[in-house]
């Protein structure tokens, strides 16, 4: 295995040029701990593992004995059920954000675009340029999930082709005025639909809470 953070290595290296002797470690806590590392890492896979038979396999394995299935076998089977499971998500997400757009169409000073799939609401108007098709205007903007939870650093400023962007966000920032701050709602056909992306489940609806600093930004 290649060691590809240096600063884990330096402390190393380091005790070794001035003649220090590392410290004899406790293997039992060492041990422990890799515990803890392997299960952050299967509780990544989405999947309902049993933590007691996880074990029985490693012992199992230790003493020279055969799985009780494959290896592909395990993984075409984990495989299986990331998608059931991916599958089931998609379809709650997208009746959320269905849901939440017809509610939300109801409100007082919500402007409904492409077909009802983009709502925004002017926070406060602007005054200066406007944006238009095919420029690349320079925003300030915090995205959310439906619960508030933030997706990437809040207040990002940054320069965003109209062309080059998911449709949703080019269609609620066409016509903003420089200085205008709208609250943009973004159904998932419209955004990233069913693609799994960091920290962005599938099939969700996005919020664009966004300021358009420059009419054109570039």
Same mark, same amino acid.
């Given at each position: 295995?290649?060691?590809?953070?240096?600063?884990?290595?330096?402390?190393?290296?380091?005790?070794?040029?001035?003649?220090?002797?590392? &410290?004899?470690?406790?293997?039992?806590?060492?041990?422990?701990?890799?515990?803890?590392?392997?299960?952050?890492?299967?509780?990544?896979?989405?999947?309902?593992?049993?933590?007691?038979? =996880?074990?029985?396999?490693?012992?199992?394995? &230790?003493?020279?004995?055969?799985?009780?299935?494959?290896?592909?076998?395990? =993984?075409?089977?984990?495989?299986?059920?990331?998608?059931?499971?991916?599958?089931?998500?998609?379809?709650?997400?997208?009746?959320?954000?269905?849901?939440?757009?017809?509610?939300? &169409?109801?409100?007082?000073?919500?402007?409904?675009?492409?077909?009802?799939?983009?709502?925004?609401?002017?926070?406060?108007?602007?005054?200066?340029?406007?944006?238009?098709?095919?420029?690349?205007?320079? =925003?300030?903007?915090?995205?959310?999930?439906?619960?508030?939870?933030? =997706?990437?650093?809040?207040?990002?400023?940054?320069?965003?082709?109209?062309?080059?962007?998911?449709?949703?966000?080019?269609?609620?920032?066409?016509?903003?005025?420089?200085?205008?701050?709208?609250?943009?709602?973004?159904?998932?056909?419209?955004?990233?639909?069913?693609?799994? +992306?960091?920290?962005?489940?599938?099939?969700?609806? +996005?919020?664009?809470?966004?300021?358009?600093?420059? &009419?054109?930004?570039?």
């Amino acid at each position: 295995m290649k060691i590809r953070n240096l600063s884990l290595i330096l402390p190393i290296v380091g005790s070794c040029l001035f003649g220090e002797v590392p &410290a004899e470690p406790n293997m039992a806590h060492v041990s422990e701990a890799f515990g803890h590392i392997i299960h952050r890492n299967f509780s990544l896979l989405n999947v309902p593992f049993d933590i007691g038979k =996880i074990i029985e396999g490693i012992q199992a394995a &230790a003493a020279g004995k055969e799985g009780l299935i494959t290896e592909k076998e395990c =993984i075409d089977a984990i495989h299986s059920e990331q998608d059931k499971k991916f599958k089931l998500l998609s379809k709650v997400n997208l009746k959320q954000a269905e849901e939440f757009l017809a509610f939300n &169409a109801k409100k007082e000073g919500v402007v409904c675009l492409e077909e009802g799939k983009v709502q925004y609401k002017v926070v406060s108007p602007g005054k200066g340029a406007e944006v238009k098709k095919h420029s690349s205007p320079l =925003i300030r903007c915090t995205v959310k999930l439906l619960d508030g939870v933030e =997706i990437g650093p809040p207040n990002l400023e940054e320069p965003i082709g109209l062309d080059e962007t998911i449709d949703g966000l080019k269609a609620g920032l066409l016509g903003m005025k420089e200085g205008e701050k709208r609250i943009l709602y973004i159904h998932p056909d419209l955004a990233y639909g069913a693609k799994v +992306l960091p920290s962005l489940y599938p099939n969700v609806l +996005l919020t664009f809470e966004v300021e358009v600093l420059k &009419a054109k930004g570039r």
